[in-house]
């Protein structure tokens, strides 16, 4: 048995190896080393000089999580009520987009968003200003909503879909209002999928660049940008890059396990409820 398990999981070992292990111990060596392939440490000090191109990327990233849970919430919990042939319409019209190519999903909000876009037309056929939205902050949170609002939808359907009846029966049979059932039972019973959408969200928002290169122009410059230039740019510079990328990981890490701590805390709390 130990030897046909170890036969089954050999694809997603070298998987892992090729794709994983090995990019990230590359990232980790020209971190901490420089051109000529010495020990330093003076990339990750550097990264010190992009301190509010992170705290930029944090707050959009973290602004536009919030705004995806707060949308996608009720829209999970309206899908997870109805028929199961409804839910699956409903579940193919959040997914639809997500069938497009990502760089065409964007462009459309550019040709909707430009000053002399859809949008900003129909405002001056009406008689209204023209408003800027393109190359803005807002443009980069709306565009971060639209493409990553999905990976929030989907796991909260997923639990609230298997939240037994009988639990919420139970607690309106003991008096709960419909307030204090959706706070006390439902909320707690769906943490787990909650946790789940803010990292699936939160994970791409904070580490995008073709969303800020595209909406936001050169004056929302996020860590994804600041990488992509390292690597690819004029100001090619891959060790700085491996470091810039390597503190974006660890911030990552702390911000998922502090997430799961959170979750085990607030899971076992609607378990004991």
Sequence with gaps: MKSKSKMLSAPYTIW????????VILVGYFAFTDKQGTFTLQNIIQV????NVFI???WLGA??????????YPLAYIISQRTEKMQNVMI???MLPMWMNFLLRT???????????????LLASVGLPRVQMINTAGAVVLGMVYNYIPY????????????DNSVIEAAQDLGADRRSVFLKVIIPMSMPGIISGITMVFVPAVSTFIISKMLGGGANLLIGDLIDMQFLGSAYNPNLGSAISLVLMVIILICMGIMNQFDDGENTGGMLL
């Design 63 to 72: 602004l536009a999580t919030a705004i995806s849970l707060v949308l996608g």
């Design 48 to 51: 010190g000089e992009y301190s």
């Design 16 to 23: 892992m190896t090729i794709f994983i292990i090995v990019p």
């Design 56 to 58: 930029r990327s944090i």
């Design 107 to 121: 462009y459309s909000w550019m040709t909707l968003l430009e000053n002399n876009g859809i949008i900003n037309n």
């Design 152 to 163: 929030m939808i989907l796991p909260l359907y997923n639990v609230l879909n298997k939240i």
């Design 92 to 94: 193919m019209l959040v």
